[in-house]
């Protein structure tokens, strides 16, 4: 493919992870652009136009339009949510990502368990809540351990998985209180794994699985977070997992969405439970989830620009299968201080350039901002250390090699990303 125009909406982690892919195909190079963007990004070789609203649909387009793009990649949720593919669809501008009804799958828990029920996907059996009387009718339904979840865009934390009921009923509560409403769900046991699912509308492509770590403490203690770390590929997932996720999960919501006159065009995130009954669904993400995609992407020899563009375009069954670099990925995140709750910010950020320059090692902005010659920290999960190797050990040595040669105050991450996948502990 020859040099391609490409608007990239999204200034996090997952974003510059997109950049990054998109910059390093081989041959000729692409005119990257970056509505609202990170300083990785720019480093990266994307041309940032820091002050566009992402969520606004008017002015992605004006710039999509300006930058004369080929192809506009969504990277967060809230702008899907905002209508931004909407826009650039009637302004016939080719985008990666779904229309605002179609990304109630994301939007809505409790619609996307209905489009679940209605294509016959396994999944967990669920109650909706809108009454503080209901949330605890459902969860003395399914008992403990409990999982209670704001039914709304709650940036992956609004989630809460507990044997303490009290704690669930605040939660619910809490979720309540915003006007929305609440969905209680059976838990489900088992080993979780995350799957992108590359779809044009008809078809369906998945890319490589991770393994993402929510909770913010070691040994999976501590409040979720949106994510804390990764690692690509799973060499105890089942062989033929991917092809019974597209056959039983992807393929049947594609044809449900498109029933609804809501074809899905862009990553669908299927969340599942390996559990002792099979795979159970248990979320959907309307965009490449982040800290996974950091992991997923270094991995892929195919073009991205080429997938991307296919599904954008409803070419995907034209596609030859997907090349994959043998190699193995793991993302360990360095977050601010008292992140997830109320993190710090504006603290000076060194060391970034030495753990970059960390054989098989690349680092990826997420909450960060320059001021003057400094880099400081602009965000909870400030970036992404992603080793690379020949072996699962040894991505994972180099990744926390090169975390703990960055200094940002009050900053913590996980020390056991793919710790039990390394030392064969994991099986389903």
């Not at 403490?217 to 977070?225: F, K, R, V």
């Amino acid at each position: 493919m020859g040099l391609v125009k490409i608007l990239v909406v999204g200034g996090g982690g997952r974003e510059h992870a997109i950049v990054r892919a998109l910059a390093r195909e081989k041959g000729s190079p692409h005119e990257i652009h970056a509505a609202g963007g990170n300083p990785g990004m720019a480093a990266s070789g994307a041309t940032l136009h820091p002050d566009l609203d992402p969520c606004d649909p008017g002015a992605v387009v004006a710039l999509a339009r300006e930058a004369a793009a080929d192809l506009v990649v969504i990277g967060p949720e809230a702008p899907l949510v905002a209508g931004v593919a909407d826009a650039l669809q009637d302004a016939k501008i080719p985008v990666f990502g779904p229309t605002a009804a179609a990304a109630r799958l994301e939007g809505s828990k409790a619609f996307a368990k209905e489009v679940m029920a209605a294509a016959g996907v396994p999944t967990a059996a669920a109650r909706v809540a809108t009454t503080p009387e209901q949330v605890a009718a459902a969860l003395d339904e399914f008992g403990a351990p409990f999982v209670v979840k704001d039914d709304g865009l709650a940036a992956g934390k609004g989630v809460l998985v507990t044997t303490d009921r009290e704690a669930a009923l605040a939660h619910g509560a809490a979720c309540l209180a915003g006007g929305g409403q609440v969905v209680v769900e059976d838990f489900l046991d088992g080993p979780e794994v995350s799957l992108f699912v590359i779809c044009d509308g008809q078809d369906a492509v998945p890319l490589q699985a991770a393994q993402d770590f929510k909770r913010a403490l070691d040994h999976d203690e501590g409040p979720n977070t949106g994510g804390m770390g990764a690692y690509s590929p799973l060499d105890w997932a089942p062989a033929d997992l991917s092809a019974q996720v597209v056959s039983q999960v992807a393929r049947p919501v594609l044809a449900e969405m498109a029933r609804r006159g809501t074809p899905y065009v862009g990553v669908l995130y299927v969340g599942l439970a390996m559990t002792s009954r099979g795979p159970r669904v248990v979320e959907f993400n309307a965009r490449f989830g982040d800290p996974e995609t950091q992991v997923v992407l270094p991995l892929l020899a195919t073009p991205l620009s080429t997938v991307l563009l296919a599904a954008a375009t409803g070419t995907l069954a034209s596609l030859p299968p997907l090349e994959w670099h043998p190699r193995y990925a793991v993302n360990v995140v360095l977050a601010a201080e008292h992140y997830p709750q109320t993190p710090r910010l504006g603290d000076p950020l060194r060391g970034v350039a030495r753990a970059a320059t960390t054989p098989g090692v690349h680092v990826l902005l997420a909450g960060a901002r320059v001021e003057g010659e400094a880099l400081l920290s602009a965000g909870g999960r400030v970036l992404s250390v992603v080793g690379e190797g020949d072996t699962l050990a040894e991505a994972r040595r180099r990744a926390y090699q090169a975390i703990a040669l960055v200094d940002l105050p009050g900053s913590h991450y996980r020390s056991d990303i793919a710790g039990k996948a390394e030392r064969g502990e994991i099986a389903c």
